[in-house]
């Protein structure tokens, strides 16, 4: 059964930096967009970024623009979400999810994604 597993969530005072991790369990995939998504308690699930299968970004969330950033790495077959200069309204469950095969270069919309990890807690506070 295909899984995602998100790591590398905790507690980092503002200003830190985390490096969250999604790693499928069950499947490669080198060949789908993978999505980080957030949701603060509250508040709906927002998109954050994705990395498109060729490894062009989307930036979903303008509140992260120059702070965050998505990579990935095949051969471990992972992907990363880099958050640097993190904020108090940063803190959120932070998951990752898999697109629609064969989207190429580009990535699909937030409500495009089929398979979601469990999350990730990242708390932002001094």
Not at 69 to 92: G, H
Request: proline residues 6%.
């Amino acid at each position: 059964q295909l899984q995602l597993v998100e790591s590398g969530g905790g507690l980092v005072q503002p200003g830190g930096s985390l490096r969250l991790s999604c790693a499928p369990s069950g499947f490669t995939f080198h060949y789908y967009p993978i999505g980080w998504f957030r949701q603060a308690p509250g508040k709906e699930r927002e998109g954050v970024l994705c990395i498109s299968s060729s490894g062009g970004t989307t930036n979903y969330a303008d509140s992260v623009k120059g702070r965050f950033t998505i990579s990935r790495d095949n051969d471990k077959n992972t992907v990363y979400l880099q958050m640097n200069s993190l904020k108090p309204e940063d803190t959120a469950v932070y998951y990752c999810a898999v697109g629609p095969f064969g989207y190429g270069s580009t990535c699909p919309g937030v409500n495009e994604y089929d398979y979601w990890g469990q999350g990730t807690q990242v708390t932002v506070s001094s």
